[in-house]
């Protein structure tokens, strides 16, 4: 997109500003999709302290609205909720020129960038990780509509997952309130998406899922492919009895009616014949833990 210089230096002086702000200093771009801005920053007293500032700029257009949209939608699910399986915030701050908050950083990137060295164990962990992470959101009524591996970041000790930006997401008011935006990433999208009125937004973030763990088994991004076709054709090459199989071609199922539901796909997983169980059971130790949610201070009774 063409942008004169004036606008230029405008957004760097509120990229200064933001960062002003909270006491830090731009490190590295990490992405600039105008009106968007996501960059890394230390802080000025301790360079050890590292965060990311997302910026959404207000360049009075029509663009603004949609701005304030996805800003909102943001900061609602991230004030919200608080899971060790979904991004988290810090803080956040609504000025003249721009919408900020601030991050944690999550020093090992996307899981787009980890797909080449995944391996097996990796992958196990990361699905059951993102299933308790969806889950847990689904529970909460929010559909995410963009998961991909570019909004999968990992930690620093390359432990954990989290489900990142909440831009396109939609908090609706019961399980089954049907949604009728075509939303998501090429090849993220669920085939209903383009064929129905009416969809189901939570089973449209199944089918994302499956794609995700989709790229997690054959270590390849899902944009080197030219069509679903030939992810279809790859899975054909699994073993039909074997667990990767049964989940793909159910989360990938184009009827949404009988895609699993992330309550069902961790039932499933669970079985004593699948790799998955300890990873559950281990997971559910920590429940008490881990489920909370922040604007309730209740603790979720122990579930993935
Ligand atoms: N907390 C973070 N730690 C490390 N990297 C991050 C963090 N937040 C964002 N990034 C990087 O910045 C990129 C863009 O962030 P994000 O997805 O939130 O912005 P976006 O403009 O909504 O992206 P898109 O529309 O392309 O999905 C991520 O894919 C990731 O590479
Ligand atoms: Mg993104």
Known sequence: MYHSKKKKDGLLSYQDDACHVYGFEVDKLLQDNHPIKVFQVR????????????????????VDQITTRQFMAEISVLTKIHHPYVMGMDTMGIFPGYFAYVMPLYETGTLTEALPTM????SDEYLVQLCAGLKFLHRHKIAHRDVKTDNVLITAKEKRVVIADFGLSEILTTIDTPVSTIKGTHMYISPEQFIQKEFNAFKCDMYA???????????????????TEQMKESINTLCDTSIDWLV???????????????????CV?????????DRIASLRGNGKMFYQSVINVLVCPVSV
């Open 248 to 266: 793909l071609t159910n989360l990938l199922d184009p009827s949404p009616v009988d895609r699993l539901t992330c309550y069902n796909l961790l």
């Open 43 to 62: 802080s000025k007293q301790d360079h050890n302290v590292k965060k990311v500032i997302k910026a959404y700029f207000k360049d009075n257009t029509d």
């Open 119 to 122: 391996n097996q164990e990796k």
């Open 209 to 227: 899922l499956g794609v995700v763990y989709w790229c997690m088994v054959f270590k390849v991004d899902v944009f080197d492919l030219k069509s």
């Open 269 to 277: 997983l669970e079985q004593p014949e699948y790799r998955f169980r």
